[in-house]
């Protein structure tokens, strides 16, 4: 006589399957994800913030609004946890782009973050962001992983800031960007990098936004082959990886709710219009007396950065 496992084992198998590769998955991208903090200027505390490993020389790709130009005692923490000092290869503030070089002991392997393609990114598709929000990193061990989607494709123009930012093709995302965040990567439904996050710890931008990685992949290239031929490394080391290819869903279940709900909304967004009003002055002069001093304007936003964690 056959024997059939009950339908309350199957599903429970199912979904211990299912949370198993879904730790696996988390396990990949957040090995090739770093912590870092640093010091410049005379910012109390320093900088902190997230970078990802995109070779096995150790060069590590983040953003100037977490190492600055001249930043000095540049740290890198990685999972397990193992903190290495690191130095600076490049900023270029315009692209708020910064490349940092460890040199990690022989016996360290570097997890590596594959490339993916920001062209091909579009509204609506699952993304990934991971991080060091809120600097407990130091505190856990573990970063921050969320699950969203790309909400805006876009130019960014001006924008209101005390420092210089980065104009230009930009991705906006609804997964969580915390402060200490900023440098981390966004990530594609297959685990493949596709952006920077940049300066969300700023009010100057609202949403989670992102520097493209085809934006960045020809200076990252540059910077990395400039320095590696210096130090003698050789061009398989410092290879970037990546795929064309549509690659495996890490989160299979909501990429396929995510595109349901991006065919809705592009046949949503046939009925939505843009409205601008120039609006004239006498409606101030209506709301203010004669005679009566306006009162003095808030300061701009500044930026908002997380407390130091404590020494890794």
């Known amino acids: 006589m056959r024997r059939f496992a009950p339908a309350a084992t199957l599903v429970a ?10 730790a696996a998955a988390i396990d990949r991208v957040t090995a090739a994800t770093v912590a870092i903090r640093c010091q410049a200027g005379n910012t109390p505390g320093g900088f902190v913030g997230t970078g990802v490993v995109v070779n096995k020389a150790g060069y590590i790709l983040t953003s100037t609004t977490v190492v600055p ?12 946890p193992r903190t290495l000092p690191a130095r ?18 022989g016996e360290m392997r570097l997890a590596v973050m594959p490339l993916g393609s920001s062209d091909r990114a579009a509204v609506g598709q699952t993304v990934v962001t991971v991080g060091d929000g809120y600097s407990m990193f130091a505190r856990s061990g573990q970063f921050t992983v969320s699950l969203g989607i790309i909400s805006g494709k876009y130019e960014l123009t001006r924008q209101i800031a005390p420092q210089p930012v980065y104009v230009g093709a930009a991705l906006e995302t609804t997964a969580t960007v915390a402060p200490g965040m900023d440098g981390g990567p966004l990530l594609d439904s297959a685990g493949r990098l596709i952006g920077m996050l940049s300066l969300n710890v700023s009010d100057a931008r609202w949403m989670g936004v992102a520097v493209p ?42 990429e396929r709710q995510d595109l349901a709900f991006a065919q809705s909304a592009r046949r949503a967004a046939e009925s939505v219009v843009a409205i601008e009003v120039d609006r004239k002055s006498e409606r101030r002069a209506a709301t203010q007396p004669a005679g009566r001093p306006r009162p003095p304007q808030p300061p701009p936003p500044q930026p908002r950065r997380p407390q130091p964690p404590p020494e890794l």
């Open 213 to 254: 990685i085809d934006v960045l992949r020809e200076p990252l290239d540059k910077a990395i082959a400039e320095d590696a031929a210096k130090a003698g490394i050789g061009p398989e080391e410092i290879r970037l990886t990546g795929d064309a290819g549509r690659g495996t869903p890490l989160f299979p279940a909501q």
């Open 13 to 22: 198998l199912a979904l211990s399957a299912g949370l198993d590769a879904r």
């Open 69 to 80: 130009p001249k930043a000095h005692d540049i740290r890198v923490s990685f999972q397990g």
């Open 88 to 105: 600076l290869v490049v900023a270029d503030e315009k692209l708020e782009l910064a490349v940092l070089k460890v040199d990690a002991p």
